[in-house]
């Protein structure tokens, strides 16, 4: 088991900057990659972005490229998702998400929601304009 929980979500203007993070914790040795996915009010949840947690590669949604930048930190088995130039339709809430060897796991569909079988509760993110 792999238990995750996010933070450092707020209210934030337009144009502001938000640091999320993801703390791991149980059994973190297996953790594969990790991802960071978004739910806005009344849509899908939607992928942002992902890591690789060994070599450190990464992947973004279009939308986020250049405003958003995932990172982890493998001793504190953290991730974080600074996000700068936040938007309005940005708001939303932020999950991480694990894959811990529970599913196959593809570079190429780790966009996919059910590439990960750990999920954090979530954290508020709000952008004002």
């Known amino acids: 088991q792999v238990q995750l929980v996010e933070s450092g979500g707020g209210l934030v203007q337009a144009g502001g900057s938000l640091r999320l993070s993801c703390a791991a914790s149980?059994?973190?040795?297996?953790?594969?990659?990790m991802g960071w996915f978004r739910q806005a009010p009344g849509k899908e949840r939607e992928f942002v972005t992902r890591?690789?947690?060994?070599?450190?590669?990464?992947y973004y949604t279009d939308s986020v490229k250049g405003r958003f930048t995932i990172s982890r930190d493998t001793a504190k088995n953290t991730m974080y998702l600074q996000m700068n130039s936040l938007k309005p339709e940005d708001t939303a809430v932020y999950y991480c998400?694990?894959?811990?060897?529970?599913?196959?796991?593809?570079?190429?569909?780790?966009?996919?929601?059910?590439?990960?079988?750990?999920w954090g509760q979530g954290t508020q993110v709000t952008v004002s304009s």
């Open positions: 149980g059994r973190t040795f297996s953790v594969y990659a």
């Open positions: 998400a694990a894959n811990a060897g529970g599913r196959k796991y593809d570079t190429r569909t780790s966009y996919r929601a059910d590439a990960y079988e750990y």
């Open positions: 890591i690789t947690w060994s070599s450190g590669s990464t």
